[in-house]
């Protein structure tokens, strides 16, 4: 069952790459938008979208009857399951809205998120005490749905910045949005760099004292440079260009800021490389490729926050507060994931009072919706492997 698990979720991928392929062709037509071959590209990409849909529904099912628990303990399948909901939240709107060129956006960000997933342990585990119980489902696959669809107000809204900001010229605008392209292409990069080093078949270990004062090997995959604190080298290999601060807790703490700072690095480079290739930045090489309305651009990422706010509270928020009552007799800790939970409600109940109230459309929403979303991966990125606390079980 876990090998058709597995066949199931690369079959989901290659058919996501291939409705990518079609949403692209479908803005081909530069004279008529709503020509026929557009909307027949259009439907074909759709199509393909819901079949991936349905494939990666059927990984989700299949990983599930393997394990005997919902698919969603650890960092590997949270974040497959956070790509999954995405899809179904652009198929949802993109139903609503029927526009393409969301689809030319949106399915490559599914799919970095996807590919992202895979570079983690994707071994099937027990679950550990902490999770046993029906609450794992319930909270985390709200809290995923919830940041599925506020995902697309970041596609919507990053989409709108790059047609409307004069690229022409460099601004702080051009840079911001450069930056957050930047982080798009610092996936890319992480995950290139690990299949390379995976495929060399890397591996650097260390022995190290684990929280019960016993010794214990950690074993790192790519080349060290944030080195295990207080960690002895069990091999020849280069040794670590800075030890890990030690307020960073766990025994994999400086395994996970290692992959984190190779994804920077790696990111950079291939960046660099895009800037030589196009000769230009990569959001005024984007710009005239962007033919979607900003009205209808400024709606759907204004729906997507509508319904994704209210899903997101009701599990990172209330439904995590009363497992956290069973688990550890409290509703709330501070936890560095239930501080960033909270920081991603407040911002986005901001959004909505300005939005609301202020009458905050256009550029500044834009602007809201893609910070929003850099929260959100900061919580599943860098907290998951940086500031590692009770939730971190990557």
């Known amino acids: 069952m876990a090998e058709i698990s597995s066949t199931l979720l690369y079959g989901a991928f290659i058919i996501y790459l291939f409705a990518t392929l079609f949403f692209a062709m479908s803005l081909s037509d530069k004279k008529h938008e709503k020509a026929a071959h557009t909307q027949k590209w259009g439907k074909i990409g759709f199509i393909t979208s819901c079949v991936g849909f349905a494939a990666q529904l059927g990984y989700f099912i299949t990983r599930w009857i393997a394990s005997g628990h919902a698919p969603v303990s650890n960092l590997f399948e949270f974040t497959t399951f956070f790509g999954m909901m995405m899809v179904l939240a652009f198929i949802i709107l993109y139903a609503i809205y029927r526009t393409n060129g969301l689809g030319v956006f949106a399915m490559p960000v599914a799919l970095l998120v996807i590919a992202y997933a895979s570079m983690f342990p994707k071994d099937i585990s027990p679950l550990i005490p902490a999770l046993q119980s029906d609450w794992l489902k319930i909270h985390v696959t709200t809290a995923a749905l919830g940041e599925g669809i506020l995902a697309i107000s970041f596609v919507s809204g990053l989409i709108y910045l790059i047609r409307t900001v004069d690229q022409s010229i460099s601004s702080k605008k051009t840079m911001w949005i450069e930056i957050v392209l930047y982080t798009l292409v610092s996936v890319v990069g992480f995950i290139v760099i690990s299949a390379a080093f995976k495929g060399l078949g890397y591996e650097a270990s260390f022995e190290i004292m684990n929280d019960q004062n016993q010794p214990e090997k950690i074993v790192y995959e790519m080349p060290v440079i944030a080195g295990p604190a207080n960690g002895e080298p069990l091999d020849d290999s280069f040794g670590p260009v ?153």
């Open 242 to 394: 800075f030890s890990t601060p030690s307020w960073m807790n766990g025994v994999d703490a400086s395994i996970k800021l290692n992959t984190f700072i190779w994804s920077l690095l790696s990111g950079a480079v291939l960046y660099g490389l895009l800037r030589v290739i196009l000769r230009k930045r990569i959001g005024a090489a984007l710009q005239p490729k962007v033919k979607i309305k900003s009205e209808l651009l400024d709606e759907i990422s204004y729906r997507a926050v509508a319904i994704g706010f209210p899903i997101f509270t009701l599990g990172a928020l209330i439904f995590a507060m009363i497992w956290a009552q069973e688990a550890w007799s409290r509703f709330w800790g501070w936890d560095p994931k239930e501080v960033w939970a909270l920081i991603t409600f407040l911002f986005y109940a901001a959004y909505l009072h300005f939005r609301l109230s202020r009458g905050w459309h256009g550029e500044k929403s834009a602007w809201l919706c893609v910070l929003g979303f850099w929260i959100i991966t900061f919580n599943l990125i860098a907290v998951n492997l940086v500031l590692v606390g009770l939730h971190s079980y990557a």
